[in-house]
């Protein structure tokens, strides 16, 4: 995460249409600090003392025949930085986001103070905030739910918000492992358990409600592991995926079937709802 002493390299590439999921397979799979995504690019951070991730990172861009350009970022104060940039988020009268540097606000059903740091999930990205809102559709009272990729630990902290029972929040970064700790502390949460783990390493485990904000390659990657996480009737919400991409999800969603899905009409990125089939028992 960004602190007033180290500088960090910024790789910025421009956005293409057919961008996105391999840049977001790039984070996944190589040492890059975080990634933010503005309107024209998407950047990403890598400390100036990761020499060997830098060139593994622009070489990997250079295979891929990505564009980009880098540049070293000195040091500066991040924290005021962004509670000079960042507003709260309103989702109807459901949801209220704050950093805890904003003030509190009544009229909403449940505030979210979320510290913003460099894991994913501070609220204003339409694949949260509609997986905020398809989450209470679902009956989360006394569930178990699993987070993956839990980043800022936003969902998480929402789903015990919303009665789950226990919540287990992985994820592969330690960036985030660690952001979602600190928020659930922030939020005064106590059934959440947080994991530097991945779907495959969770099979054992049972859960009535899987939760996944992540990109199109894991999901289709993780599929099989992630149905049998999710115990028979249990539900899979997802998003991180553009519209035009729902057939590759429901095609890889084995024995999920398909529920419904929200659509950001501005953006065309949805959240999609499915469920795990449940097999009949045969009597004689």
């Known amino acids: ?38 309107e024209d690019a998407w950047l990403f951070y890598i ?12 070489k990997r861009l250079q295979e891929m025949g990505m564009p980009y350009k880098k540049k070293l970022q000195q040091p500066k104060n991040w924290n005021k930085m962004w509670e000079n ?52 559709r679902l009956d989360m009272q006394l569930r178990r739910v699993c987070d993956l990729g839990c980043g800022s630990g936003i969902l998480s902290i929402a789903a015990e918000k919303l009665g789950a029972a226990h919540v287990t929040a992985i994820d ?3 960036i985030c492992t660690e952001n979602t ?37 894991i999901l289709t990657d993780q599929m099989h592991n992630i149905e049998t996480m999710l115990v028979p009737g249990g539900d899979l919400l997802l998003s991180g995926v553009l519209k035009k991409n729902l057939g590759e ?25 499915l469920r795990k089939k449940v097999i009949p028992i045969k009597t004689p």
């Open 181 to 217: 700790k600190a928020n659930a502390r922030a939020n005064n949460c106590s059934v959440i358990e947080v994991k530097r783990e991945t779907a495959g390493t969770l099979e054992d485990l049972r859960y009535e409600i899987v939760l996944a904000n992540i990109n199109l390659n």
């Open 1 to 38: 995460m960004f602190d007033n002493i180290t500088p960090w390299w910024v790789i910025s590439v421009p956005k293409k249409e057919t961008t996105e999921d391999k840049l977001d397979l790039l984070t996944y799979t190589h040492q890059v600090a975080g990634s933010e995504e503005r």
């Open 85 to 136: 940039s960042l507003e709260p988020v309103e989702l109807g009268t459901s949801w209220y986001i704050r950093a805890p540097f904003h003030p509190e606000k009544p009229g909403f059903d449940n505030t979210l103070i979320i510290e913003p740091q460099m894991a994913f999930g501070t609220g204003h990205h339409p694949t949260t905030q509609m997986m905020l809102l398809m989450m209470e």
């Open 47 to 58: 400390p100036e003392s990761g020499t060997e991730a830098l060139e593994e990172f622009e």
């Open 172 to 174: 592969h970064d330690p």
């Open 249 to 273: 999800i429901i095609y890889a969603a084995g024995e999920l079937n398909y529920i419904d899905s929200m659509v950001d009409e501005n953006t065309d990125w949805i959240c999609t709802h």
